[in-house]
């Protein structure tokens, strides 16, 4: 089972929240650094590689992603969505697929990491006309310092809509902090906005377990993406996972992403959503195509198969 599959944000970011030892303070970490450099005749392509361009290629795709949350908005609320906050928005690809789909879109894109904020400057705004970058905000600072009040320490009007996606929020780790970080979401939305956030599970999710998937695009060089769940702690239920890029020269880009989290199941999402004030949630259930593979659309259920793996969506009214 692969979590990244068909989710679409890198989540680089991390909140006070998270446990405080030095190892937890960023959800995605090269386990060395992986500088940029020019391709030299006897450079590999694990040499020549950017870990970010990699991920994009592999596990992300904005415009099914906003398409889904901009239908969904429209549902739940009657109205479009204008503004947008992506937490953990690492690259920003969702923030920049929202600034391009209308003029009067507006996206927030708050991380706390600044080299993946740096690639979102130099990668996302580039592609982006001028207009569309000044609808673009890009906050290098804790998902918890960002909200509308005068004593926040970066201030921003609330928003229509407010992601966590590609389990992010999985870095908060005890009940109470992700309690508090809810509280915040729902301070930070307008009264009739959403918040839209994402889960896995089934039972490979407690497994430590390897999977791979050869990414064949168009555009060189292909790889193979490889999923990698090194440890789970069942009775914490921390667990350890990483992403690793191969190349067909035989060279390997490893621990390009690293993440220690919490395994949180749907049951205690809702139970802790409900106590933060958020109502009618509503879970959104990944549906699979006639080989047995995911096919990318998220249908709203009550109830769900007990899958080896399986990924959703939920939305939650403040």
């Not at 944000?9 to 960023?26: C, K, Q, V, Y």
């Not at 580039?126 to 207009?131: F, I, R």
């Not at 921003?156 to 929020?169: G, H, K, Q, R, T």
């Not at 994402?198 to 430590?208: I, Q, T």
Request: negative net charge; glycine residues 6%.
């Amino acid at each position: 089972m692969n979590p990244e599959q068909e989710m679409t944000s890198e989540g680089a970011a991390t909140s006070s929240l998270a446990d405080g030892t030095p190892d937890s303070m960023r959800l995605a970490e090269p386990a060395s650094p992986v500088p940029d450099q020019e391709a030299g005749a006897d450079s590999s392509l694990a040499d020549q590689a950017d870990r970010h361009a990699l991920y994009e290629r592999a596990v992300q795709c904005p415009e099914a992603e906003v398409d889904f949350v901009a239908e969904l908005f429209i549902e739940r609320r009657g109205r479009p969505a204008r503004s947008l906050a992506e937490d953990f928005c690492g690259t920003a690809a969702v923030c920049g697929e929202w600034s391009e789909r209308h003029p009067d879109n507006r996206a927030i894109g708050t991380d706390n990491d600044p080299a993946v904020l740096a690639y979102a400057r130099v990668q996302r705004l580039a592609a982006l006309s001028a207009e569309q970058r000044s609808r673009l905000r890009l906050i290098e600072a804790d998902v918890m310092d960002v909200g509308p009040e005068r004593s926040a320490r970066v201030r921003c009007e609330p928003v229509d809509l407010i992601l966590a996606m590609n389990f992010s929020w999985w870095l908060i780790t005890e009940r109470a902090n992700l309690l508090r970080y809810f509280r915040r979401v729902r301070e930070r939305l307008v009264a009739d906005g959403l918040f839209v956030l994402d889960a896995y599970g089934g039972y490979d999710a407690f497994r430590v377990i390897t999977e791979e998937r050869a990414i064949e695009d168009g555009v060189e060089p292909s790889f193979t993406y490889i999923w990698d769940q090194a440890d789970y702690d069942p009775i914490s239920g921390l667990m350890e996972c990483a992403i690793h890029f191969e190349f067909p020269d035989g060279s390997r880009l490893d621990n390009a992403f690293r993440y220690r989290w919490r395994l949180w199941t749907l049951p205690e999402l809702r139970e802790i959503l409900t106590e933060a004030g958020f109502h009618n949630l509503q879970i959104y259930w990944q549906g699979w195509d006639e080989n047995g593979d995911p096919d990318g659309h998220f249908k709203p259920v009550t109830r769900a198969e007990p899958d080896a793996g399986w990924i959703c969506y939920l939305s939650a009214e403040p």
